[in-house]
């Protein structure tokens, strides 16, 4: 008889490990609550994301090695830029969709919508489920079912149950305004004019920042401790100027060969420098322009990915506030212990969202067993000891898949391989495993030593090269292109059937095109549209060849600011030198990111008029000595030529200087015009 195998949940996790029972010979049968599968990346009313929320790693890490969309062709039909490396929310959810249509994991029988699995205990060598089955009459009522299975895997999610903050610690009871948990969280455009408090340093919590800012009167987050800010798109540091993924520039392999790649469990002090180091050259001058001071270095370093939120703290958008918050006194008013400076009030708060992140939800298994797992469900870093994040060994055909954070379609896809294969055989009539070549004891004490750290990482399992190694080693995969500098990939972790090989060798080359176009500038404009964003001063010479070079000079400040619609408006305020006069001078433009192009716009009467330029920044050539990201652009204004030049010197994500060259020829102009803009520093 086939072993039966049930799966809890039907996101990400719960369908890869159903396509590995199946490869298996097993039969999975997957409990899901929600009426749609997906996890947290669906949209129906138990989801836990927004419309505007967007992973933070590239569509070659969020993707599993048997099966790869080629969304190339909505970028040349017409799509973002991005689009062919982030996919949004909806890209997500059809992604997930498509990957289930594609193994046949929606027939019936093997999947149950709308069944919630209310309890699992042991059933002597079997587990036996109880669920409540939502019926389609809507009467209120539930299916109550009950069946044994031969086995269970518990795959829904590391982040299952909102978090709140007990009122024991912050009293919010007089608070009269609303307070909602991120889950609950829409739309910036809910918040239209009012007064918002944003809780947390999370993912979540700045990304709600960005989106609350572009309607809110006011926007204010409150964090315990300021974290590192990167931006999705980093230097590819390869001497080409270019910007790629983030997860295409951190997750590359040191060395030749999978075997040099061993998981570093616990940084300690020298890694933690390390990183600060490397986080500090990347965005140090960002960093500094909007806290005016760096995260401390005697504390493991704390990461958050956000495209904006640097930004929009330097131009005065969001409000930072480090400390606590303790609660309030009544009407609209937060209470904050603040980090150096004592009690701070915030007023006029109309509304609070807390971003304080998700537990896991596992109070459907059984008393016994969570006691096996020393379970801790207020523990949001490493709630279970498990090896490796798995299996226990005093539960025979328990497993748990993405129970982990961190970046997981690979880590999941390996994990289900692992489990289906344990499962299989178990259910073998041999009833053999290499348990003692598994050392789980000293599995097990690895995950109590992560549980125990202290001070605890931002992540139990940081190394995700190493972890990812050493999960294939278990398997005896041997990575494919496992060179060094080649991306840690998903694809690359397959089997040597001629499907896999498939895959990989498509994504293989879909990431050669992709760094073949990132150092050709395919994510500079972005980058420097997000770099020119707060105050500059500026100088710029001018020389009239037709005067017999006669020379004057402009000096003043530029301000960069965004506006509401992803534009930013170019404001210049200065004084015009000549002959020993001097006169002020104002101009506008609004500048437009049009997919890999930086459209620069006449302002005229405050609103846009005509394009000036059209910027497609270029990678650095090999015979190029000088470190400049450059772009060009020519305008015809009736009979005058404006041949514009833009170099922008970068250090890491920000911008150290810019340099703009106007050459004009025409009946009537004959003059070159060059400014140089360096950031006004906090």
């Known amino acids: 008889m086939v072993a039966e195998v049930a799966i809890i949940g039907s996101g990400a996790a719960g369908l890869v490990t159903a396509r590995h029972l199946l490869s298996q010979n097993l039969r999975p049968v997957i409990f899901e609550k929600s009426p749609v599968i997906g996890g947290i990346w669906n949209r129906s009313s138990l989801r836990r994301t927004w419309d505007g929320m967007t992973p933070n790693l590239s569509r070659y890490t969020c993707s599993f090695s048997d099966y790869f969309d080629d969304d190339d062709d909505d970028v040349r039909d017409g799509g973002s830029e991005e689009s062919s490396a982030f996919r949004d929310l909806q890209g997500m959810e059809r992604y997930l969709h498509d990957y289930s249509r594609h193994w046949n994991l929606s027939s019936p029988g093997l ?225 904050v212990e603040g980090k150096d400076s004592g009690r701070l009030r915030i007023s006029g708060i109309d509304s609070l969202i807390s971003c304080t992140g998700y537990r896991t939800q596992l109070d459907f298994l059984s008393r016994d067993i969570l006691e096996v797992l020393e379970y801790d469900p207020d523990d949001g870093f490493a709630p279970l000891t498990l090896c490796d994040d798995m299996y226990h060994p005093l539960l025979p055909n328990l497993g748990f898949v993405g129970m982990y954070n961190g970046p997981y379609f690979g880590v999941m896809e390996l994990q289900a391989r692992y489990l289906a294969n344990r499962f299989s055989s178990y259910s073998s009539s041999s009833q053999q495993h290499d348990d003692k070549n598994d050392n789980d004891a000293a599995l097990l004490n690895i995950s109590r030593q992560i549980r125990n750290q202290s001070p605890r990482p931002q992540y139990a399992r940081a190394d995700y090269p190493g972890r990812m190694d050493a999960l294939a080693r278990r398997l005896h995969i041997i990575p494919q292109f496992a060179v060094k500098n080649t991306m840690i990939t998903p694809a690359f972790y397959t089997t040597s059937d001629h499907s896999s090989s498939t895959v990989a060798e498509r994504v293989k080359n879909a990431l050669a095109r992709e760094i073949s176009d990132c150092r050709n500038g395919k994510y500079s404009a972005r980058t420097v549209l997000s770099g020119l964003l707060g105050t500059w001063r500026f100088e710029r010479r001018i020389v009239r060849h037709d005067e017999k070079d006669a020379t004057s000079h402009v000096k003043g400040e530029v301000t960069f600011c965004p506006r509401k619609d992803g534009s930013v408006k170019y404001r210049e305020e200065g004084v015009f030198r000549i002959n020993g006069r001097e006169f002020e001078v104002f101009r506008e433009y609004d500048y437009v990111l049009r997919g890999e192009l930086l459209e620069v716009y006449f302002v005229e009467g405050g609103e846009r008029a005509h394009l000036f330029l059209s910027l497609k920044f270029r990678g650095r050539r090999d015979d190029e000595t000088e470190d400049y990201v450059e772009a060009t652009s020519d305008h015809l204004c009736i009979k005058d030529l404006y041949k514009g030049t833009f170099r922008v010197k970068f250090d890491g994500v920000a911008i150290e200087h810019v340099e703009m060259q106007y050459n004009v020829r025409g009946p009537q102009k004959d003059y070159t015009a060059v400014t140089r803009l360096e950031p006004v520093e906090n």
């Open 111 to 335: 999947l149950n919508l709308n069944c919630h699995v209310r309890s699992v205990r042991r059933d002597g060598d079997k587990y036996r489920l109880r669920w409540t089955r939502r019926r389609d009459d809507d009467d209120g009522d539930d299916d109550e079912e009950e069946g044994a299975f031969d086995g269970v895997i518990v795959s829904s999610g590391f982040f299952s149950a909102p978090k709140l903050v007990p009122s024991s610690e912050v009293d919010l009871r007089s608070f009269t305004g609303s307070h909602v948990h991120s889950s609950a969280y829409s739309s910036g455009s809910d918040y239209d004019g009012r007064s918002v408090a944003i809780l947390g340093s999370s993912f979540s919590a700045l990304q709600i920042a960005c989106d609350v800012s572009k309607s809110a009167e006011r926007a204010v987050v409150i964090v315990a401790r300021i974290p590192w800010v990167i931006p999705r798109f980093l230097p590819l540091n390869d001497g080409s100027g270019g910007f790629a993924p983030l997860d295409m520039v951190l997750y590359r392999r040191t060395a030749d060969g999978a075997a040099a790649t061993e998981e570093d469990s616990f940084a300690g002090e020298e890694g933690w420098r390390r990183k600060h180091d490397y986080l500090e050259g990347v965005v140090g001058r960002k960093q500094r322009r909007a806290f005016g001071c760096y995260p401390p270095r005697d504390l493991p370093p704390r990461v958050v990915v956000s495209d904006e939120f640097l930004d929009l703290v330097a131009v005065g958008r969001i409000e930072v506030v480090e400390g606590r918050l303790v609660g309030s006194d009544g009407g609209r008013e937060l209470i």
